[in-house]
């Protein structure tokens, strides 16, 4: 704002202080953005193999600490699978095998879609579907073999005589070269 010295009125003179964004500038920093957004998509997506190795960690440890609770609280126990889904089993005071229904880490679970359990074996014996791989609360764990396969991966949940169980994946189409891991 500034007063004519010989008038003595004000005039306003427009100054143009902020200038906006151009349609340019703004294209630039959204296609910016989508391609941050993108990789970080694709970077917290889990793929087949990293679904699957998780499942497969989840099983051995929930088998794992199944034998665990079997030997320290005296009651056999036992896993089913039928497919896409896995169950544990418990003797009940009348020694009958029980399937475990609770909200515990033993409840019934239903797979991803895709993913299922193959061939099961116990001690190099199949073992046929809906049968219980028991678990038991006095003796030594047999060695088992238990398949899980998800579109093109396939992982082997391996249970050994000391109650140990880890999950051997096959990471190489070949076979050739397994990772082992807890």
């Not at 500034?2 to 349609?23: A, D, E, N």
């Not at 998780?54 to 088998?63: D, G, I, T």
């Not at 099961?120 to 014996?125: G, M, N």
């Not at 949940?157 to 990772?179: A, H, L, R, T």
Request: net charge neutral; no cysteine.
């Amino acid at each position: 704002m500034s007063k004519s010295p010989s008038t003595g009125i004000t005039s306003f003179k427009l100054f143009r202080v902020h200038r906006g964004f151009t349609l340019i500038e703004l294209l630039v920093v959204l296609v910016v953005m989508g391609i941050a957004l993108g990789i970080v998509v694709v970077q917290l997506m889990p793929d087949d193999r990293t679904t699957l190795r998780e499942e497969s960690a989840r099983l051995a440890l929930l088998l794992e600490n199944a034998g665990l609770e079997a030997r320290s609280s005296g009651r056999s126990m036992a896993w089913s699978s039928e497919n896409t889904r896995y169950l544990f089993w418990r003797k009940n005071d009348y020694n009958d095998w029980a399937r475990i229904q609770d909200d515990t880490p033993f409840r019934p679970r239903i797979l991803p879609e895709g993913m299922q359990i193959g061939e099961i074996t116990l001690d190099d014996q199949l073992v046929k579907p809906g049968e219980q791989l028991a678990l038991s609360a006095s003796a030594y764990a047999l060695p088992f073999r238990i398949k899980m396969s998800f579109a093109s991966a396939n992982t082997t949940v391996i249970g050994k005589s000391n109650g140990e169980v880890i999950v051997q994946s096959d990471d190489n189409p070949d076979g050739n070269s397994p990772s082992v891991s807890r």
